[in-house]
């Protein structure tokens, strides 16, 4: 059965410093990576998806990276803002399921 | 694209009456469609898979007598709570397949708060 652990939990910075999150699974045999975005209260927006081929993939401030080999993916949020603040999930895929993370809370402190 | 609207997203109702969910794919259709309960700090727990045109697929642990999924069209799945209870009292939501194997991703509706008095 995939695990997944996001680890930290919760992390707390001030505006403009880098986040660094982390995600890492039990089974290597996926065939995505997603990591997703969650509002209080809200539904899951999606960020970036990471093929299994794939080492990383960018979208503006956010780069996410894929190490399938060790069943790790690190999501990167350069020069974090107040908007940033959230929690964030990843997820991934194996035999047709998603497995989800715990996720990790986000305060961006202005 | 690839939107998932889903209503109401929230609703309280009296212990013992039945609630429906609504789960409607916009921009495209949606063969397979997810369905997740989340409690306050914790992930998402997958209830069931529904498939258009056949019945559902629950996880262990779940009563498909008490969460009636129906997949009647390409473009909608309804989770009904029939007969709820204060326990049941969670953030409901649901998900689908941007495309069949969903090498695309999955995209999600923006989710249920359901409070039972």
């Known amino acids: 059965k995939q695990e997944v652990t996001q680890i930290p939990a919760a992390l707390s910075v001030p505006e403009g410093e880098n986040l660094v999150l982390n995600c890492s699974f039990t089974?290597?045999?996926?065939?995505?990576l997603q990591w997703f975005r969650q509002d209080p209260g809200k539904g899951l927006t999606s960020l970036l998806l990471i093929q299994s081929s794939q080492r990383e993939q960018t979208s503006g401030r956010l780069n996410a990276s894929l190490d399938k080999s060790s069943g790790r993916s690190t999501l990167y949020i350069a020069a974090s803002q107040p908007g940033d603040s959230a929690t964030y999930l990843c997820a991934v895929l194996d035999d047709y399921k998603l497995s989800f993370g715990a996720g990790t809370t986000v305060t961006v402190r202005a | 694209g690839a939107v998932v609207s889903q209503h109401p997203s929230w609703v309280i109702c009296k212990s013992g009456t039945s609630v429906k969910i609504e789960c409607r794919s916009l921009?495209?259709?949606?063969?397979?469609m997810f369905w997740y309960r989340q409690f306050p700090k914790q992930s998402l727990m997958l209830m069931a898979t529904s498939n258009e045109g056949s019945k559902a697929t629950y996880e262990q642990g779940v009563e498909k007598d008490k969460f009636l999924i129906n997949h009647a069209s390409l473009t909608l799945s309804t989770l009904t709570v029939t007969s709820a209870h204060p326990e049941d009292s969670s953030f409901y939501i649901c998900s689908a397949q941007i495309s069949p194997s969903g090498s695309y991703g999955y995209t999600f509706g923006s989710g249920t708060r359901l409070t039972v008095v």
């Open positions: 089974d290597s045999a996926i065939y995505n």
């Open positions: 921009d495209f259709q949606a063969t397979t």
